[in-house]
């Protein structure tokens, strides 16, 4: 429903009323746009202002499909632009999003302009001189996804010497939001060849900023090496960064600046809250942090004040520095987690029957197998604040069962093991914080702390706790031998033991933990002393007990209690100072001062910036919600709020030499130097995984560091003068580490050695090291037993009631010490977070593009770096596999992999990540571990949640999928029947899609990846199928399923490609089978039934076949075209049926079972225009989302049918004519003028921005079209007769042309109905054009050919020509010259003799001057004429789209997906059904766009028919037979492809051939493979069914034909697969892909002829005599037809961005067979070869045909190509 504006002129408004409302796609990017332009869609619509509506609707395509289109020029650099909008609905920015669109009116709303990096310009400080402006165009041509994608765009710019090679760009952003400018890709720059841009960047609008924004080339520069014009724009960048240190930062805002650690507290909140500033003291020593500027606490003027929690995500950080979509999405999870904090009260309401416990291991168990029941109204009373989704993110919840997470893997394989002293001592070698370790080098160990205030706190083990356990040794000699270890957490945490014991909930010890190294090089724990401050004062020492191993009794209890106080400590160690102190903290100074003193082109920016991505970011978020006061650390962790304060007392310890990984092993005591070992180093514990394999990582890092460096400092001196460098060690010492920054031991940065070391040491820390203490959190502590967190009473004392309770029920007394229930819950969603992987993770060794420099050298460099990593993969692995290294895997079964290079989306405790960018996924829950468990993973597009006004049952998804089971999947047995079931295949347990709501649907649909587990047995054996059940609202995309660790099988996949409805739409659940291949009679057993079952359901039932079909039935069926007319409307909208009588005879159409006509009971009602494209097909047979956008515009042009064409007359006037070829040409390089009264009206009743949407017009133009190619180079070169010759070989219909064979040229009309047709050319009219030779001698010789559109036309001419077309049948010669090339001879126009039978003739030959030589034109614009027509109905319509629909149907109705030729053919189906569906709808249907643009109007289809009925004949589309019959071509066993073709300069023949001998290679090849005998062929049932079906039902009108196939052999099922195949791809392309590179410009290929040739005498004669353009304008298609034909084939003629080219597959796994596999490889070389070959013959001055006059090379059958009008490229199908 639109609305009209209140000052609706009467007339206009009366014409609305009159007139029947449509309502357009309601796709919503359609609505926004017409949301904004109802008012004047209406008025041009249905006022007389018609004009601007034909007009429009270009520009309409235009503003959906972005192709926007410039001039051209010969000094022209073109680009390609990639970004990211902002997303539409982020941050509730809808508004600006909007505006975007209606303001990229011009196309001027982004531009960017070439900065050179040669010449300088002296008026501007000698910077690099500028470019002029160019603009982004097609920026509203992908619409922007709910979670934003990349989008590619064009932009041109123009460059002279000036310029010369640019260096950096500048760029302007104009649109009312920002966007992320990823790369700029300039091609073709002179003197440079491909310049890559890597920007990486969010660009804001202009306004936000004081100067535009600059991006440099790849190309890496020092200081001193900057070519001088880029100098002053390199320096000025980094000015801009520093910010001026005033004010708060906004989001817009670039500026990287240090601030200390002042804003953790909330003090105006209370003192419970306040916490001390961390950083600018001594006292209180810390890295610095980003600066926000926000403003002081009103309590605490030195505390700043923190921004509310629910807006956390928008804390400032410099706007690149923040999470990408990727990520954002999964750390929203994170946020969403602490709302927990605000409904604590209601979680410990939960955990009865003793709130705030654990009663149990069993219970602890539930978190992971089966989750925490929900008390009744839980969910309900949360929910009236929290929305569902959030719900089930925050909870785990289906509804029933509350808080399941994934199994740890450390009781993955032995629930029991964590509990074993091996499994407590091995981690502190390969767990989770294995960098705390040492050796002991003194006993008893001694303390650091001062003893004038912590008093004695040396240790008081003695010999007599540990000398029985020391294998026969002695202390002294254990300790000589390195065979004495200490995990030391005593004089780290005994200053701060008092307080936290006094002011928190928490009851610590220090702890000291000796170990033993074994023989067999593992250790075992000795004794643990655990010590508290003298409850007399600090300055009296300690009070400590000392425990040993026990295993029995009361003392074993107390021993595990024992160990979890020291794992309570070395849980607090771990997270802040191992992870967050030790990486995150320490590395963001180093992240500011890079951004703040090193340019972006400077070699050690481009070294590091690839370790900061989201560290900055994480860092923020975390002091809002994880070490803030009241934080989730706090919280969790038992420090408590002492938790930072004590991180900062560390620090002070912290040494940045030390943090070298060899350097830290030296000084533990874990190693020694050795200059025998591998790099000079020896590990005290050989088998200590995290040092061993951090070493190897360690030293690939330097290596690369070294190499890298290396290639750009060739000396000291290098270093030491480069003062980017100097100035940015300076900074990040003084500023970032400020508070440390007179240490001795920073390195001087001096040296090329000390830069190495430094940058290896950065790289280290960001990556190894924070993946090594970072994500193994979740595998070895997300069971807390293992790792509590927290200690709540201290260890019993006898006597006690705790003491009695460790006797009696032992595993509640020490869950009651260890961390609580609440706590616990809170704490393993955290580390849950922390542990994943997220699903953009760029890991050590890759980049997000391999343009990041321009420098070989370095690319080199890094390329060996990544296949070290590679072998230190393999090393890892083989070293976890060898079971005399112990430590590596362990009782619990974990193997060491957190230094396992690369990684994977999700919990995978592998994967060194580039930098701290710790956290994130929360797409996926692991099951618990079974023995008898399939993991699959099923990759599917949700149904797009704006999409056909389907909100409502999006939502409802979103609601039912609580209950955790609305879409379910069951397995079936390939070899195991079920007799009980009719022997099919047994059917596994229901198994249930997981997180169906955890990624956002996008507003263009997106895959989604989802888990699935399934219980498997036995029974089930071998999967061969699986029954899926959608009981979801609406329906899903359904790509593939995959199956991992199948019994017996390994990896088993199911490639799907289809739409699942909600289950109440089916009769029975959908069944799909793996990829494995099968002939019919192979099939295993238990697949039989289900194979045949499916088959009778894509047949349908009578039930079915009774009815119209629906949208979600997946029935193929047969029909004729009995749609094409409307009778309802008149008599001049009835149309013949075509098919099922032997006068119209037609192949048959897929049925759509839509009720009859009133008039005509036998022709089928069309559907209203407007919904055209949701005519019935099986919706598998839809068009993807990517082509469903396109198409949209499509149907837009259409929509000019409904005007009335009385009102069209009168609108047009005069103009129903171009006045000139300039007038033609206007459409492409200037648009054609609007009239001034129609501009006035438009812009008093719509916004003038709305009006450039619209119209692409600055108000006095519109209508631009893109510069067709055939004029691109030479604009008058399609007059000459070479090009006019020359594009029958090579042009858009090079399919018609014949070799003459005999003289004069011969009709086969019947005499008795026609009479004499034959020709009327004699040898006089071309006897002197023959070079000499006679008629016979050039017949003799292959030199005369024929293009004969006589009698095809003749028999309709009449009633043609009673339209308002006057057109002529003809016949051209054309003779064969010396050089390859054809000339026309002579040209033949024919009508029906008015007096009679027979025909009237005259004949035209070739003329260069006067009247004559227009006469000549005019001629041959005849020709072109009929050529036009035959081609689009003939041609392209029929001979593709027609023939090739029944083929889809009986292939979906008779060959199983299981089937050989099913999946042979399936790729070369798709999008068919759908394309002729609409084509039914809005192009050949009465009064559609084929029937206004074409000659035949009206009597198009009905012509096609008669063709079909003549001419086609199926073994004649093969190729090589079509040449042969046309005398192209003759049969020769020496030649290639066994065929000689006699000229042999024929494009299309000559790259046809080529790509013909492909298919049928790959054909033979596959067909050969499963059908080795001709008795296999004859006794595949399927396989006869189908060919039965195809010729007598799909082809019924043609079953009795002879030349059918019989379908007895193999050769003739090779035969006629390739025929199917060339014709659905190859051919079509041939046909369709050149139609607006050639027939774009009208007057080349002009489509309807409106005027006879001109005779002497008369006013027409005398006009062509005078005015012979005018005159020849008014012959051909008239401008509204040109308008519309050329809107029409300018889509014809586009690639769609998801086209899948011939050889190319949508699955690499399409099928299971290897050979088959290696088969369609050697088909995709082959075809990559003719592509070679044919830009190698384009380029071959000899072969004439190739490129001709209009200079325009023949790729039409080149097989790739990119999206869009390129004029090559062979799709798989007919999709267009």
Not at 1218 to 1244: A, I
Not at 1561 to 1571: G, I, L, P, Q, R
Request: aromatic share 10%; net charge negative.
């Amino acid at each position: 429903m639109f609305f009209l504006p209140i000052n609706t002129p009467k007339p206009l408004l009366h014409s609305l009323q009159t007139k029947p409302t449509f309502n357009l796609i309601s796709f919503s990017y359609i609505y926004q746009l017409l949301f904004q332009t109802q008012h004047i869609f209406f008025a041009l619509v249905f006022g007389k202002q018609a004009y601007i509506l034909l007009k429009m609707l270009h520009n309409l395509l235009d503003a959906i499909t972005g192709h926007h289109h410039n001039g051209g020029s010969t000094k022209q650099i073109t680009g390609t632009v990639v970004l990211m909008k902002k997303n539409v609905l982020d941050f509730n920015d809808f508004n600006a999003s909007v505006l975007d669109r209606v303001h990229e009116l011009v196309g001027q709303r982004v531009s960017l302009q070439l900065i050179s990096a040669v010449n300088a310009d002296s008026e501007n400080g000698l910077k690099g001189k500028l470019g002029k402006p160019a603009y982004l165009e097609d920026w509203i041509s992908t619409i922007t996804p709910l979670t934003a994608g990349d989008s590619a765009y064009k932009v041109t710019f123009d460059w002279d010497d000036e310029i010369g090679v640019p260096g950096a760009i500048l760029i302007k952003n104009n649109h009312h939001s920002q966007f992320y400018l990823k790369t700029i890709t300039l091609e073709n720059v002179p003197g440079e060849g491909t310049a890559h841009f890597v920007c990486n960047s969010w660009v804001y609008p202009a306004e936000k900023y004081t100067k535009d924004r600059i991006f440099f080339v790849n190309k890496t520069y020092l200081l001193s090496d900057t070519p001088l014009p880029l100098q002053q724009y390199r320096q000025e960048e980094l000015v801009h960064l520093r910010g001026d240190g005033k004010g708060e930062l906004q989001e817009h805002d670039r500026v990287y600046d240090y601030a200390y650690y002042n804003d953790l507290g909330n003090p105006d909140k209370g003192s419970d809250y306040a916490r001390q500033t961390l950083g600018g003291t001594s006292e209180y020593p810390y890295p610095r942090r980003g600066r926000t500027g926000r403003a002081p606490t009103e309590s605490d003027p030195s505390s700043e004040s923190r921004i509310p929690l629910l807006m956390s995500l928008d804390i400032y950080v410099p706007r690149d520095e923040r999470f990408g979509h990727l990520k954002m999405s999964d750390f929203l999870a994170y946020a969403l987690k602490s709302i927990a904090q605000f409904i604590r009260p209601e979680i410990e309401a939960l955990f009865d029957p003793t709130p705030n416990e654990f009663d149990s291991f069993e219970d602890v168990l539930k978190l992971y197998e089966g989750g925490i029941e929900v008390p009744e109204g839980f969910l309900k009373d949360i929910g009236d604040n929290i929305p569902l989704e959030m719900i089930k993110e925050i909870f785990r919840t289906d509804g029933a069962q509350f808080l399941k997470f994934p199994t740890p893997q450390v009781i993955k394989e032995n629930r029991l093991a964590w509990r074993t002293d091996e499994e407590f001592a091995r981690e502190m070698l390969a767990g989770v914080n294995p960098v705390n370790i040492s050796l002991l080098q003194a006993f008893p160990p001694v303390s650091t702390l001062d003893e004038n205030v912590y008093g004695d706190q040396s240790s008081t083990i003695t010999e007599e706790h540990i000398k029985n356990y020391l294998d026969g040794l002695t202390v002294e000699e254990a300790l000589k031998r390195n065979k004495l270890f200490i995990l030391d957490h005593h004089d780290a945490l005994m200053p701060y033991v008092r307080r936290i014991n006094s002011n928190t909930s928490s009851k610590i010890y220090a702890s000291r933990t000796l170990l033993f190294l074994k023989s067999d090089g593992t250790l075992k724990p000795l004794v643990i002393e655990l010590s508290l401050p003298h409850p007399d004062g600090d300055e009296h020492g300690r009070i400590s007990s000392v425990f040993t191993p026990a295993e029995e009794g009361v003392e074993s209890s107390i021993w595990q209690l024992a160990k979890a106080y020291v794992a309570v400590n070395d849980s607090g160690v771990h997270q802040l100072i191992s992870h967050w102190l030790n990486t995150h903290a320490v590395c963001e100074p180093v992240v500011i001062a890079t951004n703040r003193q090193l340019s972006v082109v400077h070699p050690i920016y481009k070294l590091l910036h690839p370790h900061f991505r989201d560290t900055m970011n994480i860092n923020a978020l975390a002091r809002q919600i994880l070490i803030n006061a009241g934080g989730i650390l706090e919280t969790t962790v038992f420090p408590g709020r002492y938790a930072m304060e004590m991180s900062s007392i560390v620090y002070k310890k912290w040494v940045f030499p030390e943090q070298a990984l060899p350097a830290d092993l030296i000084k533990r005591g874990m190693a020694v130097k050795d200059e025998n070992a591998p790099h000079g180093l020896r590990l005290v514990i050989e088998d200590y995984p995290y040092g061993a394999d951090g070493l190897k990582i360690w030293f690939a890092i330097r290596n690369w560091v070294e190499d890298y460096c290396s290639f750009y400092y060739k000396s000291d001196n290098i270093v030491q003068k480069d003062t980017e460098l100097q100035s940015w060690w300076k900074e990040l010492v003084e500023e970032g580490h400020g508070d440390k920054k007179d240490e001795p031991w920073w390195p001087k940065m001096q040296t090329r050695e000390e830069l190495i070391e430094a940058c290896t040491i950065i790289i280290w820390t960001s990556s190894a090291l924070h993946a090594a203490v970072n994500f193994g959190q979740y595998p070895y502590a997300g069971y807390l037993p293992c790792r509590p967190t927290v200690s709540r009473r201290f260890m019993p004392e006898k006597g006690t009631p705790e003491y009695d309770e460790l006797e009696s029920n032992p595993d509640k007394a020490f869950l009651k010490t260890i961390t609580a229930q609440f706590q616990t819950v809170l704490g393993i969603a955290l580390i849950e977070i922390l542990s994943r992987h997220s699903t953009d993770e760029v890991y050590l060794g890759q980049r997000d593009t391999p343009n990041w420099t321009a420098d070989a050298e370095a690319l080199q460099a890094f390329n060996r770096f990544g296949k070290k990593l590679a072998e230190i993969e393999e090393k890892i692995t083989n070293m976890n596999n060898d079971e005399n290294l112990k430590n590596r895997v362990g009782k619990v079964e974990v193997p060491y992999t957190l230094l396992y290079p690369t990684g994977e989306s999700g919990i995978a405790g592998k994967g060194i990540p580039n930098t701290t960018s710790s956290s994130q996924s929360t797409t996926t829950i692991d099951p618990p571990s079974d023995a008898n468990n399939i993991k699959g993973t099923m990759v599917l597009m949700k149904k797009n949640l704006l999409e056909l006004n389907d909100l409502g049952s999006s939502f409802i998804d979103r609601v039912h999928e609580l209950l955790g089971k609305a879409v379910s999947l069951r397995l079936v047995s390939a070899v195991n029947t079920d007799p009980a079931n009719g022997n099919r295949g047994k059917v596994g347990k229901a198994a249930y899609l997981e997180n169906w709501i955890t990624k956002v649907t996008p507003l263009t649909a997106a895959e989604c990846a989802f888990k699935v587990n399934f219980d498997w047995d036995e029974k089930i054996g071998v999967p061969g199928a699986f029954i899926i059940r959608n009981e979801h609202g609406s329906e899903f995309y359904l790509k593939s399923l995959t199956l991992e660790n199948v019994p017996g099988k390994g990896r088993v996949h199911f490639d799907c490609n289809s739409w699942v409805y909600p289950a109440d739409k089916y009769k029975k659940d959908r069944v799909f089978f793996t990829n494995k291949t099968y002939l019919s009679s192979e099939t295993p057993v238990g697949l039989k039934k289900f194979r045949e079952e499916e088959l009778v359901t894509l047949r349908g039932d009578d039930d079915v076949k009774k009815g119209e079909l629906q949208e979600w039935d997946r029935v193929y069926d047969y029909a004729y075209y009995n749609d094409l007319g409307s009778p309802d409307k008149g008599e001049k909208y009835a149309r013949p049926i075509l098919g099922g009588s032997a006068k119209f005879p037609y192949p048959r159409r897929g049925r759509t079972g839509r009720a009859a006509n009133l008039k005509d009971p036998k022709s089928e009602r069309p559907l209203p225009l407007v919904k055209g494209l949701f005519v019935y097909v099986p919706r598998d047979e839809k068009f993807g989302h990517l082509k469903m956008s396109d198409l949209i515009a499509y149907a837009l042009k259409s929509i000019s049918q409904i005007l009335k064409p009385d009102e069209l007359a009168t609108l047009l006037g005069h103009q129903k004519s171009f006045d000139s070829l300039e007038d033609v040409l206007k459409l492409y390089e200037g648009g054609v003028e609007l009239p001034e009264d129609l501009l006035k009206f438009v812009r008093s009743t719509t916004p003038a921005e709305t009006v450039k949407e619209l119209f692409r017009t600055d108000g006095e133009r519109l209508l631009k079209f893109p510069v067709p190619q055939v004029i691109k180079e030479d604009k008058s070169s399609w007059r000459t007769d070479e090009e006019f010759a020359r594009e029958m070989l090579a042009g858009l219909n090079p399919v018609s042309i014949c070799r003459l064979q005999e003289f004069p040229p011969a009709s086969k009309l019947d005499p008795h109905v026609y009479g004499d047709q034959t020709s009327k050319i004699t040898k006089e009219h071309i006897a002197d054009k023959l070079d000499g030779l006679s008629i016979e001698e050039a017949i003799n010789k292959n030199k005369l050919f024929i293009l004969d559109h006589h009698d095809s036309l003749m028999p309709y001419l009449e009633r043609i020509n009673s339209t308002s077309v006057k057109g002529y049948a003809s016949r051209t010669l054309l003779f064969l010259k010396n050089d390859g090339t054809l000339k026309p001879v002579a040209i033949e126009l024919s009508l029906p003799n008015p007096e009679g039978v027979g025909c009237t003739s005259e004949v035209y030959t070739p003329a260069s001057q006067g009247v004559e030589s227009h006469i000549w034109q005019l001629a041959k614009a005849y020709v072109a004429i009929n050529d036009s027509g035959y081609h689009q109905l003939v041609s392209h319509w029929l001979r593709t789209h027609a023939v090739i629909e029944p083929v889809i149907i009986a292939t979906n109705r008779q060959l199983s997906v299981l089937h050989p030729i099913y999946k042979l053919l399936h790729p070369h189906f798709r999008d068919t059904m759908n394309v002729n569906a609409v084509a039914r709808q809005i192009l050949i249907n009465a009064g559609g766009v084929l029937e206004n643009t074409v000659f035949p109007a009206k009597y198009s289809m009905e012509w096609s028919s008669v063709m079909y009925k003549n001419s086609w004949v199926f073994p004649e589309q093969a190729l090589p037979k079509d040449l042969i019959k046309r005398g192209m071509a003759v049969e020769d066993s020496s030649a290639s492809h066994g065929v000689r073709l006699l000229v042999e300069d024929y494009p299309y023949a000559a790259d046809g051939l080529e790509i013909w001998s492909a298919i049928r290679t790959w054909v033979e090849e596959y067909c050969s493979f499963y059908f080795k005998t001709d008795e296999m062929v004859q006794n595949d049932s399927e396989l006869q069914s189908w060919w039965k079906e195809l010729r007598e039902e799909g082809h019924g009108d043609k079953k009795d034909e002879p030349w059918w196939p019989e379908m007895q052999t193999v050769e003739e099922l090779i035969e006629s697969c390739t025929i199917i195949i060339w014709t659905a791809s190859a051919y079509h392309a041939a046909i369709n892909f050149g139609q607006y590179p050639y027939g774009g410009y009208p007057a080349n290929r002009p489509s309807i002829s409106r005027r006879f040739m001109p005779k002497i005498g008369t006013p027409e004669y005398e006009q062509l005599k005078k005015n012979p353009e005018k005159a020849f304008l008014e012959t051909v298609t008239p401008q509204l037809q040109t308008l519309l034909g050329m809107a029409s084939i300018e889509i014809l003629s586009r690639h769609s961005a998801d086209e899948i080219y011939l050889g190319q597959r949508e699955s690499q796994e399409w099928t299971a067979d290897t050979k088959v596999l290696e088969a369609s490889e050697n088909f995709r070389s082959k075809l990559q070869a003719v592509g070679e070959r044919v830009t190698k013959m384009n380029k071959d001055d000899k072969l004439k045909n190739r490129t001709g006059p209009a200079k325009m090379p023949y790729t039409l059958l080149y097989p790739t190509s990119e999206p869009g009008l390129t004029g090559k490229g062979i799709p798989n199908s007919v999709s267009i």
